[in-house]
């Protein structure tokens, strides 16, 4: 089995490319959908400060994740919010789980293994939980929301705070009746904010969970097709050109 961890390649790239001259506790990450803290403890440990949000309380009460340890520590450097982020300020919705897998619950419905949760969650939007927190800077902004990132990316202040590295899922078979958007349509969002996208393309799964075949198949740099219609993967932006350029050629062995 073929397999990478974007958000550890990204990790990788920040350490020896991304600005050398910036202390790493000027750094800060935002990471909607943190579930374990699989993507943001690394940069955490490396002194970044991380705003992170988990609304899934299986996932925000275990105390035995990389994140909920790392916190119990006493370290001050995440801040871990039982919100969902979405389009909508203040709304208390109900929270879908799955037995097929911990790892696609979500707020919307969009499986027909989902059930409701026996709790609601909170929603709040990025752009004010930025200005409550005054946040005027974002150096990554990673999402994996199981349908919602697109809306989680249109509720950012696009106007003020440019984030200058971007990691988000994609996967019709969640987005595109369920949500009434593509992949394409995440891509043309990201592109007409001005970034640069590579695509890292997965096979289909054939399930959720363990044993679903999570294989990886390449990258490509958008604008492109993808190279089967049901896959899933992510998009991993840049807002600066020579970041874009560098990470493509230290990466050319996975594109297409």
């Given at each position: 089995m073929t397999t990478i961890e974007e958000s550890d390649i990204i990790f990788n790239f920040t350490q020896q490319y991304f600005q050398k001259n910036v202390n790493e506790g000027e750094k800060i990450m935002i990471d909607v959908g943190a579930a374990s803290g699989r993507a943001c403890v690394p940069f955490a440990l490396k002194g970044w400060n991380v705003y992170a949000f988990e609304?899934?309380?299986?996932?925000?009460?275990?105390?035995?994740?990389?994140?909920?340890?790392?916190?119990?520590?006493?370290?001050?450097?995440?801040?871990?919010?039982?919100?969902?982020?979405?389009?909508?300020?203040?709304?208390?919705?109900?929270?879908?789980?799955?037995?097929e897998s911990l790892g696609i619950s979500s707020i919307t419905k969009w499986h027909n293994t989902h059930k409701e949760a026996?709790?609601?969650?909170?929603?709040?939007?990025?752009?004010?939980?930025?200005?409550?927190?005054?946040?005027?800077?974002?150096?990554?902004l990673k999402v994996d929301t199981e349908g919602q990132d697109l809306f989680v990316l249109k509720s950012y202040d696009w106007e003020k705070y440019t984030p200058e590295i971007i990691l988000c899922e994609y996967e019709d078979k969640k987005t595109k009746i369920a949500l009434n958007y593509t992949w394409e349509d995440m891509c043309k969002f990201l592109n007409d904010k001005g970034y640069h996208i590579i695509i890292s393309e997965w096979y289909p799964l054939k399930k959720y969970g363990a044993g679903g075949g999570h294989t990886f198949r390449c990258?490509?740099?958008?604008?492109?097709?993808?190279?089967?219609?049901?896959?899933?993967?992510?998009?991993i932006c840049f807002k600066d050109v020579t970041l874009f350029e560098t990470f493509c050629n230290l990466h050319k062995d996975k594109f297409i």
């Open positions: 609304p899934n309380l299986f996932f925000y009460n275990h105390r035995g994740t990389p994140l909920k340890r790392y916190i119990l520590s006493g370290r001050k450097n995440i801040i871990l919010e039982n919100y969902a982020v979405s389009e909508k300020n203040d709304a208390q919705i109900p929270f879908y789980i799955s037995n026996n709790f609601y969650v909170n929603t709040i939007r990025l752009d004010r939980y930025m200005k409550i927190k005054n946040i005027n800077k974002v150096n990554f990258f490509n740099k958008y604008p492109c097709s993808l190279q089967d219609e049901n896959s899933w993967g992510n998009f």
